[in-house]
């Protein structure tokens, strides 16, 4: 197998506030070969890196606001977050848990920092991902699933320096905990310095390995430091990543759609006509119902 080179490393650009409660890098879409169509089926990655939030009676975050066309992914590495969408999904999500909405034909949805949490306050780490729906599914009833971490499968590294977090797609022949609608791949390594872990990704998927914590080497040469994102070329199948400083780090690997993008907002469909028939849906109330 050919080995897979990292193509760019990114530095994250300044962060911005989403609402009061998220305050993000956004890695997609932006420059350098990373818009939606390119980074296909991923469509925005938004990175709270660690952020320090003062105790507040009133939980932050972001009221209700509508989605149609694709999936919402959000992993929690600090602070808890509280969600309810119109479908009937929702709960709390904690540390090393998994929120995984598939928004599809219409839902409303608002996010918050766990009301309990926010009296206290305190770090506050996470990951939003949006990952794009084939055109086939894109009408389908939408659904939630709450994949707490004692759920997520693991592949412990063999020399005993960590684990591998399986939450979509398979590593080796561990499978993942989340249903897809497209072969996707989603893996928290956590290993202490020195482990070291090898994968492996078809040369056409396209593929992001994101520092949270620590510091790492991919393939014996690029460094990749905190809270920088390194972008995979679509060359090559085979990396490897060796850990210099204790680390969390995602890697996310997904096949194209290779279908067209309409992007407006909230809403990501195929066609100028169903963005507008998105918007009359959801003026006209076909979203549901949700409560700030």
């Not at 598939?102 to 305190?122: D, N, P, Q, R, Y």
């Not at 939003?128 to 004692?150: G, T």
């Not at 905190?226 to 995602?250: R, Y």
């Amino acid at each position: 197998m050919k080995t897979k080179n990292v193509d760019y490393v990114v530095t994250p650009k300044a962060p911005h506030f989403v609402g009061d409660g998220f305050r993000v890098h956004n890695f997609i879409p932006s420059a350098y070969r990373m818009d939606m169509q390119s980074m296909d089926p991923f469509i925005m990655l938004d990175y709270n890196s660690k952020y320090n939030f003062p105790p507040s009676a009133i939980p932050k975050g972001v009221g209700v606001h509508p989605h149609k066309g694709f999936e919402t992914v959000t992993i929690a590495y600090k602070g808890r977050v509280e969600h309810g969408d119109s479908s009937g999904g929702g709960g709390v999500i904690g540390e090393g848990d998994v929120q995984w909405m598939t928004a599809a034909s219409g839902v409303l949805h608002k996010e918050f920092h766990e009301t309990e949490w926010s009296k206290t306050g305190g770090e506050f780490q996470m990951v939003q991902l949006w990952v794009n729906l084939p055109a086939k599914d894109k009408r389908l009833a939408p659904k939630y699933q709450a994949i707490s971490n004692a759920s997520i499968n693991r592949y412990a590294l063999e020399d005993g320096t960590g684990e591998i977090e399986v939450i979509a797609g398979n590593y080796k022949e561990i499978a993942g905990s989340a249903s897809t609608f497209s072969p996707v791949h989603m893996q928290n390594l956590k290993a202490v310095k020195g482990g070291k872990a090898d994968f492996s990704f078809p040369a056409h998927y396209n593929t992001v390995v994101l520092v949270l914590e620590g510091q790492i080497k991919i393939n014996n040469a690029e460094v990749v430091p905190t809270d920088h994102l390194a972008l995979m070329q679509n060359e090559g199948e085979d990396f490897t990543i060796e850990v210099l400083e204790d680390a969390v780090v995602l890697i996310l690997s997904g096949e194209p759609l290779n279908e067209p993008i309409a992007h407006y907002g909230p809403f990501v469909m195929n066609t100028e006509q169903e963005l507008a028939e998105a918007f009359q849906e959801f003026n006209e109330g076909k979203f549901g119902t949700l409560e700030d």
